[in-house]
């Protein structure tokens, strides 16, 4: 069960359970009266990339928030100056090229990266684990 946020008429914010990725738009409570799901924390959490959605904070490639200002004369450095967030140490991107230029310079890639992004660097058939082969049981 999840949390989610609803307005009732009077502007009271109400948080009611359902079902993770179940929850209503509009919901009639028994308790609240008339509820409208408050979409604002809904669709920050599911935004999709594209354009529109740059600039962004990065976890990934952030630091402690102490080290931010460290982290953006290193960024200097390399040749992509990057902002950092003092308050929390997110890395912000300001397109998706500064973000792949920032993570090839820093040795950093994206795991499920896609056609553009950052991509692992140096790993071949020698530094790559091999698999052994399965053999089905007869």
């Known amino acids: 069960m999840a949390r989610y946020d609803y307005h009732t008429t009077d502007g009271e914010l109400v948080e009611l359970e359902y079902a993770v990725g179940r929850a209503p738009l509009n919901v009639d409570h028994p308790q609240h009266g008339y509820c409208r799901r408050a979409l604002e924390a809904h669709y920050a959490s599911v935004r999709t ?8 904070d990065s976890d990934a490639a952030g630091c402690n928030p102490d080290q931010a200002q460290e982290m ?28 792949k230029r920032y993570c090839v310079a820093a040795g950093l890639y994206q795991r499920n990266a896609g056609y553009g992004d950052a991509t692992p660097r140096n790993v071949t058939s020698e530094t790559k684990p091999r698999r052994p082969n399965r053999r089905l049981p007869r």
């Open 49 to 56: 990339q594209s354009p529109a959605t740059y600039p962004r």
């Open 72 to 99: 953006m004369n290193e960024s200097v450095k390399l040749g992509i100056p990057t902002e950092f967030s003092k308050k929390t140490g997110c890395a912000k991107f300001e397109s998706r090229a500064h973000e």
